[in-house]
């Protein structure tokens, strides 16, 4: 069949490329020119991608990237999966709507799309269905198919990819579900399908709030149990040992990537706009959460202080600008933030980081460095902010006069864990 994968992201690119590797012929259709010249060249900055499967899919001519909009036309399926940003609150979708005016334009009866995107419930429906349909002039269900099956893919996971985990799959009636579950039955190993686009939506802001809550509970608790001079890392360890009733999540300095910082205020604002009630389990999560930076500063400025140092002009070296280990998935990451703060107080900061490549929003003074033992000798403060297997951690304990470690990776007399 003739694929279009709409956005070729963390998410877009992983699908476009599968598909191509079971035989069908993908257009990885993005607007962003520099990223489609990237990979036309075979260079993949994906992580689950690799620039060699890529290489592979570009010389077989079953995977083409394009930016031009006339590329899209003729598809027997289309998916779509563009970012869902958050703007003052409120959830942005117009990414969302000028893909599906885009696809609008070359839509033919019998064709299936579907979105991906993270997005409240309701929008598959209420939302990207009518601009298809004003767009081509045909019916959702009636004239062509159209579902919805939220994203799972988690970057760098060497277990879980995106063949291996299950796929929720929904349709707009009985025969957009059927057309849904066998594209992405060739895809996949399981396919979990769903009564209606709702549920799936929903299903996947489940998913995330779940994760955004707990990992809010343990933030709170280890900054608790740090004055109360209990070793939460330790604690964790040992209720994790059960092996029922208790799901393990750990400490850390902020959440970061799409979805947790985004997608559980997805839900709290449809629950607010269609039922006049907060969600105040996201409420607190959020508010935590995202001031965990703050707190990771003020660890900071507590460590200066002790060595009777200012912060202003002290130099402090970040390890980790992703917001999850060994990807350089830097969306959203708690590290910007961080550098943020201390760089306005005055401190000369410096971050390390091999797995980010594409440029990320960060403070023009933030220099990036390798994470040599100089450069580690030289910091008044070391802040493992991201716990990458690549960095050299006996390295780093050795050479660094003092590492606040927010992964529990390190152990020393010159190291404190968050």
């Known amino acids: 069949m003739r694929v279009v994968v709409v956005g070729q992201g963390y998410v877009g690119l992983p699908l476009a490329i599968r598909a191509a590797e079971v035989g069908h012929q993908v257009i990885g259709y993005d607007v962003d ?7 036309a060249a075979g260079e993949s900055f994906v992580e689950d991608v ?39 609150g409120t959830p942005d979708l117009r990414y969302i709507e000028e893909s599906a005016r885009t696809l ?19 929008t598959t429906e209420e939302l990207f269905a009518p601009i298809l349909e004003d767009g081509s002039g045909l019916t959702a269900g009636a004239d062509f198919h159209l579902g919805y099956s939220p994203e799972r893919i988690d970057p760098g996971n060497a277990v879980w990819g995106f063949q291996q985990t299950p796929k929720v799959v929904s349709g707009v009636d009985a025969a ?24 799936a939506e929903l299903a996947k802001l489940l998913e995330n709030t779940f994760r955004h809550v707990n990992i809010a509970l343990v933030n709170e608790i280890a900054m608790f149990a740090r004055h109360l001079d209990i070793d939460v890392w330790q604690a964790i360890e040992a209720a994790s040992s059960k092996p029922f009733g208790f799901m393990k999540f750990t400490p850390g300095p902020g959440v970061g990537g799409h979805c947790l910082p985004i997608d559980p205020s997805y839900l709290s604002w449809r629950v607010q706009r269609e039922l006049g009630q907060n969600f105040r389990f996201v409420e607190l999560a959020n508010d935590i959460n995202s001031h965990m930076p703050e707190y990771v500063a003020r660890r900071v400025i507590d460590a200066l202080n002790a060595k009777r140092r200012s912060v202003n002009g002290s ?26 703060l201390l ?40 802040v493992l902010i991201t716990d990458h297997d690549t960095f050299d951690y006996q390295l780093i304990a050795e050479h660094a006069s003092f590492v606040l470690d927010c992964r529990n990776r390190l152990a020393g007399p010159n190291v404190e864990v968050l």
């Open 33 to 39: 020119s520099r990223r489609v010249k990237s990979l």
């Open 50 to 88: 690799s620039s060699e499967r890529l290489v592979r899919a570009l010389e077989r001519g079953s995977y083409r990237p394009s930016e031009l909009a006339r590329d899209c036309g003729g598809f027997d399926v289309a998916v779509v999966t563009v970012p869902t940003p958050l703007r003052e």
């Open 104 to 122: 609008a334009r070359f839509l033919r009866p019998g064709a299936t799309v579907v979105l991906e995107s993270t997005t409240y419930p309701g």
């Open 176 to 199: 957009s579900l059927k057309a849904v579950e066998a594209f992405y039955g060739e895809l996949v190993d399981t396919t979990v399908p769903v009564s209606s686009p709702k549920e």
């Open 315 to 340: 130099r402090v070296l970040l390890l980790g600008l992703a917001y999850k280990k060994n990807t350089g998935d830097a969306r959203e990451s708690p590290a910007v933030r961080v550098s943020q």
């Open 343 to 382: 760089i306005d107080m005055g401190a000369k900061v410096r971050a390390a980081d091999p797995h980010v490549v594409e440029s990320i929003e960060v403070d023009a003074r933030l220099v990036r460095v390798e994470p040599t033992r100089k450069e580690i000798a030289a910091a008044d403060v070391v």
